[in-house]
């Protein structure tokens, strides 16, 4: 200490303190120390990070900060110097708070001496100091660590003899005298394919044209595998510079090889099925377009598959199975293509397939047809048969092959027609279909925002008992007041919410509301029973796996009572899983909530099921209602239908009621209930009041002569 002074900073807001410090300092020794001083805690710490003072002396109080936060600020950025910290009192929190946050000591002012602050900054100086050269030989001990990992040897390029380690002999599973002192035994251990470079590399350094020999290479382990190694090397030349000697080192770096290896196959294939990936498709592709851009002659295709229903799976049956599918979908159309043509992941349940050299649109279209027929048959999925159908959306070359991306997305557009065509189905892509899809897409941009702002209206059509002559209850049918586009219904938006999965919030928006609605209009219109809210559930809401929890939610919600609302689903929705069906229905009729079944005769029905499901009411499908007096054979259907219900116990519901005629046929079968225009329009919840408040006559005494053929109430 006496030779160089130790450089002190003083960090404080008080002037007077820097000259009480100083002068502690000089009474000390003058020439062993200098203080600078700084009292901004920018500037403070700018200093501090330095690096150029032994030691720091910081106040507890600095303006809006505090000594402690200046400390934490400077160690974490790496401050090296020990820091003392300064307060006004003795403050035993402060004193640990200082201690946690690593400061070297801790001084209350006043009250030390001019040797207490000479002794307190050697410590932390000395301590400082230790811990340097602690990291230092900490640094050199991994260095070495390293050093003996590695297996040296020392090569006489004149003899060819070589000087190997033990180490060296050690990494590739042999014994100190089983390799002997000679070049060739390692040249001859280097893969074939790696031990060109590798002469090449050696060569260069010996020709001086690298300062350094460095290369990586394989070489046979004595257990018969490949290991992977980095050799260093320097050469010792003579005094005309060529090289006689070369020294240096090799490692083991296999594990490190693995890891990039696995690192670059990860970045190329879908983990899951090991089916290329989005990339290496794209790449792939774009190869295709230029050649074909070349080529007139070149024909190729690019497909676009995507599993129908395959959400359903995954939600019903768990991911588990789900993923499993998706691997078996994989082998199997790897299995259907021909050895030049490529399948990759593109993402979920998309898999696009490129097609090569095909002779025309034909060749295409029987090898799609392959794929189809060789994906419909049954999967075993843990032990579970499953049945599975795909989209496929395809382009040729020939129609348009601007850039790899643009096939993709054709291929995607005309996938997306497939789908609206009824799925499990192919479509070859024209520049037509750009367009519809296009509003399709902006159908279902919109109908995101739709749900922020509300943009849903609940209309209701009356349902009346023929049987009890009064208003029953009310459907609640969704339609959406599109801001430029005005109502539209919602065969033109459902399917879409169903694709994308907005189905979920707007099947909640429609529940709730009609559940309160009803429960408000139960509240002013009081009848015994009480009226009735039919809510449509579709197929996909169905299978949520908490759709009964949002039930119980807004009943409890609205006060609504579980046998005012009755759940429509459709037949298709139940038989697609029936087994599961029975489980949700269960749980359904659990909460008390009535059961119906939506356009029945539509979808096939096996009756091995329909008497399983608790269901309380059959709706017959408008298509048999519209046409019973057309044709005889649909009453015969409605009859059966009717009668079918009333053997397992459900009542029926006939919809899309449309005149007079049918309406008393209808009766005549014994059917309990009617819905349709002929009854009433699907109207707003405005009409709807005035409409139980004063009910039309014809709703249930309909008079022969009265020419009611459309009702009065027609609002849509
Ligand atoms: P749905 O459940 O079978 O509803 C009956 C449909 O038939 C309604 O069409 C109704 O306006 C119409 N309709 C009623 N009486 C007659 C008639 O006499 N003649 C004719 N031709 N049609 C009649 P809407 O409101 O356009 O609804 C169509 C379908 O959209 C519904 O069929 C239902 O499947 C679905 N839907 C409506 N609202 C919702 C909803 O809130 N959620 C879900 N998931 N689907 C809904
Ligand atoms: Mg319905
Ligand atoms: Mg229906």
Redesign the pocket.
């Known amino acids: 200490m006496e030779f160089s002074p130790v450089k002190v900073l003083l960090v404080d807001d008080d002037e007077d303190e820097f000259v009480v410090t100083r002068d502690l300092l000089s009474d000390i020794n003058r020439k062993a120390y200098t203080l600078d001083w700084v009292s901004r805690y920018d500037e403070a710490l700018a200093r501090v990070l330095s690096g150029g003072y032994d030691v720091c002396l910081i106040d507890y109080r600095l303006g809006a900060h505090t000594g402690l936060d200046l400390m934490r600020e400077a160690l974490s950025q790496g401050c090296q110097s020990p820091l003392i910290l300064l307060t006004g009192q003795g403050n035993r929190e402060i004193d640990i708070a200082a201690m946690r946050a690593g400061a070297a000591d801790y001084l209350v002012k006043g009250q030390f001496s001019a040797s207490e602050l000479e002794r307190s900054i050697r410590y932390a100086v000395c301590a400082a100091k230790t811990m340097e050269r602690l990291r230092v030989s900490e640094e050199r001990y991994a260095l070495a660590a390293r050093a003996a990992n590695d297996g040296l040897f020392d090569w006489n390029l004149l003899t060819g003899e070589v000087y190997f380690a033990p180490r060296w002999k050690d990494m590739l599973g042999y014994q100190e005298h089983e390799i002997r002192g000679h070049v060739d035994e390692w040249l001859a251990r280097v893969h074939p394919e790696d031990v060109g470079y590798l002469k090449a590399e050696i060569n260069a350094h010996l020709e001086g044209e690298t300062p350094q020999f460095q290369s990586e290479y394989r070489m046979a382990h004595r257990d018969g595998g490949w290991i992977w190694m980095l050799c260093r090397g320097l050469a010792v030349r003579d005094a005309a510079g060529r090289a006689c000697r070369m020294a240096g080192s090799q490692t083991d770096i296999t594990a490190r090889k693995r890891a990039e290896e696995k690192l670059r196959y990860d970045a190329h294939h879908d983990s899951l099925t090991g089916l290329p990936n989005r990339t290496v498709f794209l790449d792939r592709l774009a190869r295709s377009v230029s050649r074909a851009r070349r080529r007139e002659d070149y024909l190729f295709a690019v497909l676009f598959l995507d599993l129908d229903r395959f959400k359903l799976v995954n939600d019903s049956s768990g991911h588990r199975t789900g993923d499993q599918l998706l691997i078996a979908v994989a082998r199997r159309l790897e299995s259907v293509l021909r050895p030049g043509d490529m399948v990759a992941r593109h993402g979920g349940d998309e898999f696009t397939i490129l097609l090569d050299h095909l002779k025309d649109q034909t060749d295409a279209e029987s090898i799609v047809q392959r794929i189809e027929k060789h994906l419909s048959g049954p999967f075993d999925i843990f032990g579970q048969e499953m049945v599975i159908n795909a989209s496929i959306g395809i382009t040729l070359s020939s129609v348009a092959c601007q850039d790899p991306e643009q096939m993709l997305r054709d291929a995607d557009i005309a996938m997306y027609r497939a789908k609206a065509r009824g799925r499990g189905r192919h479509e070859f892509f024209s520049s037509g279909m750009h367009q519809d899809i296009v509003s399709t897409m902006r159908l279902e941009s919109d109908l995101r925002s739709a749900i922020r702002n509300e943009e849903f209206r609940a ?1 209701y ?1 009356p349902i009346i008992s023929f049987e009890e002559r009064r208003l029953s209850g009310f ?5 959406w007041q599109h801001p430029q586009r005005g109502l539209i ?3 033109q938006f ?1 399917p879409i919410a169903e694709e994308s999965g907005l ?1 979920n919030p ?2 909640r928006w ?1 529940l709730r509301e009609a559940a309160r609605q009803m429960k408000e209009w139960q509240h002013q219109f009081p009848t015994d029973p009480p009226l009735i809210v039919s ?4 197929t996909r ?1 169905f299978s949520q796996p908490d759709l009964i929890e949002r039930i119980s939610e807004v009943l409890a919600e609205t006060g609504l009572s579980p046998q005012s609302l009755k759940i ?1 689903i ?1 037949e298709s929705a139940v038989m697609e899983n029936a087994e599961a069906a029975v489980e949700m229905l269960n749980q359904l009729k659990g909460l008390g909530v009535q059961l119906s079944i ?2 029945f005769g539509t979808g096939y029905s096996s009756l091995n099921y329909l008497h399983r499901f608790p269901i309380d009411t059959l ?1 017959i499908d ?1 298509s048999f209602v ?1 046409r019973m007096d057309i044709q005889a054979e649909n009453v015969e259907i409605v009859r059966t239908i009717i009668s079918l219900a009333h053997n397992l116990g459900m009542k029926v519901v006939a ?4 005149t007079r005629a049918q309406m008393q046929q209808l009766c005549e079968l014994g059917c309990e209930y009617g ?4 009854l009433a ?2 109207m707003d919840s405005t009409a709807t009041a005035s409409l139980i408040a004063s009910p039309p006559r014809h709703l249930w005494m309909p008079e022969p002569d009265e020419d009611l053929q459309y009702a009065m109430i027609s609002q ?1």
């Open positions: 209309h059509q459907e609640a049918l969704i339609r219904p919602p065969g459902i189905i707007v099947g429609i809510v449509n559930l579709s809401q429509e459709t939506d356009d709706k408008r519209s919809e899309g009621i449309e819905q349709g225009y002929y329009r699907p849509v």
